[in-house]
C-alpha cells in the first residue's frame, strides 16, 4: 500500500498535475526506477483542471465529475497481466463490494478479443454486456512514445429512469451508466516511428474513483450526494442561507468542489499567481468565489468552510490539518481582494450584455477587459454565460490579447526610459514612498527570500 503523492508531480516538471493514479509510477512502468515491489496499491490524489484532462467545465452540471478526487488503484509493474487484473477487478466489485452484476456492464478495446474472451469466462457477462470500442476511450498511452495498450472499464446502470445510455451508444455522456473503473493493460511499447513492440514484461494500471464507488455502495447517483459531499455542501448551505435548489444548487455544488481543489492544492505547496500551476489555483479560487457572489455572499465565504472540510478530511490527509492556517488566510486575502474587482466586472459585463442580442456571443475585446481589468481568468466569464447559453468569441479575446502583448513589447522598446518611469510614479501612487535601506543590509535576508 503506497500512501498518495502530492498533487504536483516531482517526477515529470511537464505535467500541471497528478491526475491519475499512475503517475507517481510513471518511471517504474518505464523501467527507469526500480522498487522493492511489483505489486501496489493505492489511493490518490488527482486534480483535473488544467492540460490534457480537464473536467473544470463539468464540475455542477454532471453527476460524476470533480476537479479534486481521489482515485484507488492496484499496479502490476511486470507482474500480474490481464487475466489476474480482469479477476480481481471483477472479485472486488461483485464479492468484495456486493454489487449487483446485471447492474454491470464493461467495455473493451475493439481488437482485444482476448480481453473480451476473459471477461466472458471470468464474470460471465452476456455478449451484449461486453461493448467493444474502437476509440482512444480505451486505448491508454502514456505519450507519443513509450508504454501503451488496451483498457477495459466497468460501468455501473444506476437506473431507467436517469437519461443517458450505455458506453459506445450516442448518448454515453449522459449520467445513467456510470464509469467506475478503468482497467489498463499495458503491453506495448509505442516506437517514435509508429510502430509498436510488445512489452517484456506487460504491466497493469487500474484506476476507480472513490466518489464514484461511495456513490454506488451509498445507494445515491449523484457522486455530489455521499455523506461527505453532503457536510460540504450543508456548510455551504448554513454560511450562505441559501438552499440547495435550482441554479443555487449547481453554485453550491461547484463551491464544495472548489474547496477542496483550492485546499489540497495549498496544502501541497500552490499559491496563487498570474502563471502556471498558481494560475489555475487562482481561476479555480474566482470561479468559486463568483458562484458565492451569485448566492448573495456579501462577505469573503470560502475561507469560512475551511472548518468542515477538515472534519471532513483530515483523517486521511494530516496535511490538510497542518495547513489550516495557510489555507484559511490565502481563502480569505485572495477572496477580499477579488471581490471589489467581481462586482464592478459583473457590472460591466450586465452592460454588455444587454447590447447583444440573445443568441449572441459576448465579444472577446470585451472577454479581454474583463481579463485585464477586472482579473476574470476567460473560463469564469465563459461560466458566467453558460446559463443563458452564450459564448465568447475566442479568437476575438485572443487577438486583443495578442494585441496587447505586441503594444507593451512596442511601449517598452521604443519610448525606452519614459516608459519605465511611468511604471515607477505608478507604484509611488498606489504605495507611497519607501525608504531605501541600503544594498548591504537586505542582502542576506533576500538571498533567504
Ligand atoms: P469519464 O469518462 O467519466 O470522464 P475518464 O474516462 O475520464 O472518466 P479515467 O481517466 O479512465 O476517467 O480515470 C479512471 C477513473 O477515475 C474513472 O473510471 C473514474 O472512476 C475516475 N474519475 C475520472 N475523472 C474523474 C473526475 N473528474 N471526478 C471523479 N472521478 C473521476
Ligand atoms: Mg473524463
Ligand atoms: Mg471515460
Ligand atoms: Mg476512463
Known sequence: MVPSSPLVPNNDPTLLFTNAGMVPFKDVFTGAETRPYQRAVSSQKCLRAGGK????DNVGYTARHHTFFEMLGNFSFGDYFKEQAIQFGWGLVTEGFGLDKDRLTVTVYHDDQEAFDLWKSIAGLPDDRIIKIATSDN????????????CSEIFYDHGADIPGGPPGSPDEDGDRFIEIWNL??????????????NLPRPSID????????????????????IDLFRALIDASVSETGVRAVGQQRA???V?????????????DGVLPSNEGRGYVLRRIMRRAMRHAHMLGSSDPLMYRLVPALVDQMAGAFPELSRAQPLITETLKLEEDRFRTMLERGLRLLDEEKSKLSPSQAL????????YDTYGFPLDLTQDALRSEGRNVDIAGFDKAMAQQRAQARAAWSGSGQQATDKIWYDIKERYGATEFLGYQENSAE????
Open 251 to 253: 453554485s453550491h455544488r
Open 139 to 150: 486505448f491508454w498511452s502514456m505519450g507519443d512514445t513509450g508504454p501503451c495498450g488496451p
Open 53 to 56: 484532462h480537464n473536467d473544470l
Open 184 to 197: 489498463v493493460f499495458m503491453q506495448y511499447e509505442q516506437q517514435a516511428d509508429g510502430s509498436r513492440l
Open 363 to 370: 465579444p472577446g475585446e470585451v472577454a479581454f477587459r474583463l
Open 255 to 267: 463551491i464544495a468542489d472548489h474547496l477542496r481543489a483550492m485546499s489540497f492544492l495549498i496544502a
Open 446 to 449: 533576500a538571498s533567504v527570500l
Open 206 to 225: 487500474t484506476g476507480m474513483g472513490l466518489e464514484r464507488v461511495a456513490a454506488v455502495l451509498q445507494g445515491v447517483h449523484d457522486n455530489y450526494d
